[in-house]
Every structure is written in C-alpha cells, then in structure tokens.
C-alpha cells in the first residue's frame, strides 16, 4: 500500500511538472485546440499497460534468490533509491503520453484578424498556338526557376518565357485576386479569378503546347471567357491580360465583338504581343557536332488588332520583344489600374506539437539517466 501510494504521488507531481510548460506557453488555448491527427490518441491507451508493465511488471521479471526468512532484512534500513524503483518506469509512462499527444498534431485556431487590404480582379489569357514553341531570348536570371526542364527545346521558348513571368507575378501577388485563361483553336478556363496563389502557380506551371489544340489563335474567344469570368466582379479594376504572338485566327467570337463585351462590364483589355515581327526563330534539333540547329518560321501577327483591343476597352498594347520586356510590360499593367479596398479577415494557424514533444523527450532523457546512473539493477 505504502508502495502503491507513493507512486500514485510520483505520478501525479511528474505529470504536473511535465505539463508547467505547455499550460504556461499555451494556456487557455488547450481548450479550444484542434487534433490534426486524432487516431494517434487511441494509442493513449497503451500508457497503463506500459505503466504497470515497467513498475509492478519489472518486479516479477527480475532475478529472485530463495532465502528461509525475511525478518532480518525488513528490520534493517531501507534507501531513497529503494522507494523510487518505479520513477523511471513513471516517467516513461509519462513520457510516452506526452509523444503520443504530439504526434497527434495539435493546432490552434485563432481568431481571424481583420486588415485593409486593396487589391484587383485580373484574368490572364495565355496563348497555347503553334506559334509560341519560338524561340525567346534574354530571360532574366530570376526567371529561371521557373522553367520546367525542356523536352523538345534546349532554350526557353516563347511560352516558356510566358509561363516564367507569369508564375513569378504569381508569386508577388497579395490581394489581387488572379484568373487563367488558355486557348489555341478554342478557349478554356483554367482557373477562376482567386487568391490560392499556390493552385495556380502548380496550374500554370503544367501548361504545354499540345495541351489543347495549337493549330489555331482564338484571340476573340479567349476575350469572351475572360469576360465571363469577371462580369460579377465587384472590383473597381478589372482587367484582362492578353499574352499572344499572333493573328486572330479560328474561334466562334470576333475580337471586336470581345472588346465592345468587356466594355459592358467595364474591363480593361491589355493585350501584350509575345515576341516582334513575322519571323521567328524554332529549334530543329542538333546538328552532328551537337549544336543547336535554328529555322526561320512565319508566324503572322496583326499589331493594329491588339491596339484597336486596347484602346476600345481603356487599355494599353505591349509588345515584348523579350522575356524582360514581357516582365516589364505585366507589372506596368499593375501599376495603370486602380485597387479596391477591401477588409481581409485571416485565421491564423499554430503547430503546438513541440510544446508537448520537448517535455517528453526530456523525460524519456531522464529515465535513461536514472536507469544507468542511479537506479541500476543486479544482476
């Protein structure tokens, strides 16, 4: 009984001590907190049984010596390290608790804050034709993270390039809300206006040329869903970004008819033409000494078509006769365009997994110390 009583004391000022620094860190949270990974606590469950195991269990493993009485040595003096035999299995037991409710992944939910953010509704209409597999020249080092390995070209392409500047405008991107549009032949939405920054990174990043069908440039088309994606917007800018190489070429809509459509809901067209010129470069393999062969292709582009766009809607034409130019010309169309203000509520999120996983370790250390050092058994 003396026995059972004292560990029954050991326990509960171990676990007391153990539990002062998540209860002082953490405090009333612990109330309200969310288990990521709840399954783990079943194996709470497993704590008695290691319990009983290391303490009262240890004893009946241990090596016994027959003697005719016991009257002699329960009159003689009885050590400290004697009445703590079962501390190291208690602050396994402990210890074991404490991992099992880490590993459970707690989290803390805190209320949302609230600030003044401003921000924008842009669409992007990327082009997928043919014509974009060009070859693109000066890309900014920057930029280069956000190339995915070439599979039929050795340098960037076109929609390389595209694709490069516009992850990276992606990634400088707060509170504007950003929606991807692609087309060739037809158009097709990739991605709504949105804040997961991060979907459409992984979206854009993925985007090829034989992803849809290139043999066609339906600038009109891609104006009209862009269109529609931002006519319930209540944004004070909306804008469309048209990043195109060519000529109006195939689609169901006329690029005028798209224009006068973003007139009604009072978006601004910025059509930005990928590369200059009727002629452009396209990688044709190596020749037999492992150079880089190049030809010159005819790709017709129709400048005055994106201009007459731009100055329908209020917009601006580029032309981005490289990749920094085409970095340039995307964020001077940030700059031209008047942001909404808006209050953003954000709910924060903290792991409280280490404040449970220290004192654990911690124990399972001080278990270890006590077995080697103080109470080691005899044989």
Same mark, same amino acid.
Request: proline share 6%; with cysteine; aromatic share 8%.
């Given at each position: 009984? %003396?026995?059972?009583? *004292?560990?029954?004391? +050991? /326990?509960? &000022?171990?676990?007391? #001590?153990?539990?002062?620094? !998540?209860?002082? @860190? ?65 602050? %396994?037991?402990?210890? *074991?608790?404490?991992? +099992? /409710?880490? &590993?459970?992944?707690? #989290?803390?939910?805190?209320? !949302?804050?609230? @600030? ?264």
């Amino acid at each position: 009984m %003396r026995r059972a009583l *004292l560990g029954l004391a +050991l /326990l509960l &000022l171990v676990t007391l #001590v153990a539990g002062l620094y !998540p209860l002082v @860190a953490i405090g009333s949270e612990w109330l309200t907190v969310r288990w990521e990974r709840p399954l783990w606590l079943f194996g709470l469950c497993l704590v008695p049984v290691v319990l009983y195991w290391t303490t009262i269990g240890q004893d009946k493993r241990s090596p016994r010596v027959k003697i005719g009485s016991l009257a002699a040595l329960r009159s003689g003096p009885v050590g400290w390290r004697a009445r703590l035999v079962d501390l190291p299995g208690i602050l %396994r037991s402990i210890a *074991l608790a404490f991992c +099992l /409710l880490s &590993l459970a992944k707690p #989290v803390s939910v805190r209320g !949302p804050t609230e @600030a003044e953010e401003e921000g924008i509704d842009l669409v992007v209409a990327l082009d997928l034709s043919g014509s974009m597999r060009a070859v693109m020249d000066n890309l900014p080092t920057d930029l280069e993270k956000y190339l995915t390995p070439a599979e039929n070209s050795p340098v960037p392409t076109r929609l390389d390039a595209a694709k490069a500047v516009l992850r990276d405008f992606i990634a400088r991107r707060r509170s504007d809300r950003i929606g991807v549009v692609v087309f060739g032949r037809s158009a097709y939405v990739v991605s709504p206006p949105t804040l997961d920054y991060q979907l459409l990174d992984a979206l854009v990043s993925r985007m090829q040329l034989e992803l849809i069908d290139p043999n066609g440039t339906a600038i009109g088309d891609a104006l009209g869903v862009a269109v529609a994606r931002l006519r319930k917007s209540e944004a004070k800018s909306r804008a469309i970004v048209l990043l195109t190489d060519g000529d109006n070429k195939g689609g169901e809509l006329a690029p005028e008819y798209a224009a006068h459509l973003a007139n009604v809901i009072g978006a601004q067209v910025y059509p930005i033409q990928v590369g200059e010129g009727d002629i452009a470069k396209v990688y044709r393999g190596s020749d037999l000494f492992g150079q880089a062969r190049f030809e010159s292709v005819a790709f017709p582009t129709n400048p005055a078509l994106l201009h007459d766009i731009a100055q329908k809607t209020g917009g601006k034409a580029y032309v981005a006769n490289d990749a920094t130019s085409l970095q340039a010309s995307l964020h001077d169309v940030l700059d031209r365009l008047e942001k909404t203000e808006f209050e953003a509520a954000q709910a924060t999120y903290q792991d409280l997994f280490r404040f449970l996983l220290l004192p654990g370790v911690l124990l399972i250390f001080l278990e270890a110390l006590l077995t080697t050092l103080v109470q080691r058994r005899f044989p």
